[in-house]
């Protein structure tokens, strides 16, 4: 397996504009998690699902945050509109059931300017 | 509620010296416990992992922790560092179905 793939590796952007996050997690995998990595905040969990249904979006920022996985195989992260304080790097790991090894993608490093 | 303290944000060591990062979790329910090693640029790598029976644990690289329930901690620890161990390492728990994590620890290993 080729493991979580995440697209973009790096995107910039201006703020204001809308930004499209995407992982693939592992096949056979049930819970897909995205996390944010900053220097002041470390890393943080952001929202989790677990057979595609959300479970827990209380790490969201704010509504211009959004997830979704409209399948086993996919999920998105949006930020609409970005700010420059989104700025981070952006992790997408998943799981074969929860509680168990997560295993991550190699991120996507979100510049807004 | 639970939560990961990972004590110290930086540890300078030199070439293969001991080294020991600390960790310690709070939570109300039983958890699973893991760590993590992220080198630059790249994302993170299970060391090890704790979810039941014995309370020391190997993993890979040489690594090594240990699981003491009393003290709620769970350190890393590695006999003989080497330079290539420089990365950033990261305790997490797991009482429910998600995953939270420490705030790191660098590890820099000097010649």
């Known amino acids: 397996d080729a493991g979580v793939i995440q697209s973009p590796r790096h995107e910039v952007t201006e703020m204001g504009q809308e930004v499209t996050l995407r992982c693939k997690p592992i096949?056979?995998?049930?819970?897909l998690f995205w996390y944010r990595q900053t220097m002041m905040r470390g890393l943080e969990l952001l929202i989790y699902?677990?057979?595609?249904?959300?479970?827990?979006d209380s790490g969201m920022p704010e509504d211009r945050f959004s997830a979704k996985m409209p399948n086993a195989s996919f999920s998105t992260l949006k930020i609409q509109p970005s700010e420059p304080r989104d700025s981070a790097v952006y992790f997408c790991?998943?799981?074969?059931?929860?509680?168990?090894?997560?295993?991550f993608g190699q991120g996507t490093r979100l510049t807004v300017v | 509620a639970q939560s990961v303290t990972q004590l110290d944000s930086q540890v300078p060591v030199f070439e293969e010296a001991p080294v020991e990062l600390r960790c310690n979790y709070s939570?109300?329910?039983?958890?699973?416990l893991f760590w993590y090693v992220q080198y630059p640029n790249q994302g993170l790598q299970l060391l090890l992992k704790?979810?039941?029976?014995?309370?020391l644990v190997k993993g890979i690289n040489g690594f090594e922790a240990e699981f003491n329930k009393s003290q709620t901690s769970f350190h890393l620890r590695k006999p003989s560092v080497h330079i290539s161990d420089t990365a950033e390492y990261f305790c997490?728990?797991?009482?429910?179905?998600?995953?939270?994590f420490g705030a790191g620890t660098r590890l820099t290993v000097k010649p």
């Open positions: 790991a998943s799981s074969v059931q929860a509680r168990t090894e997560a295993f």
């Open positions: 096949s056979g995998h049930n819970s």
């Open positions: 699902f677990n057979n595609n249904v959300p479970i827990d």
């Open positions: 939570s109300s329910v039983s958890v699973y």
């Open positions: 704790y979810l039941s029976g014995s309370t």
């Open positions: 997490a728990v797991s009482p429910n179905n998600d995953m939270r």
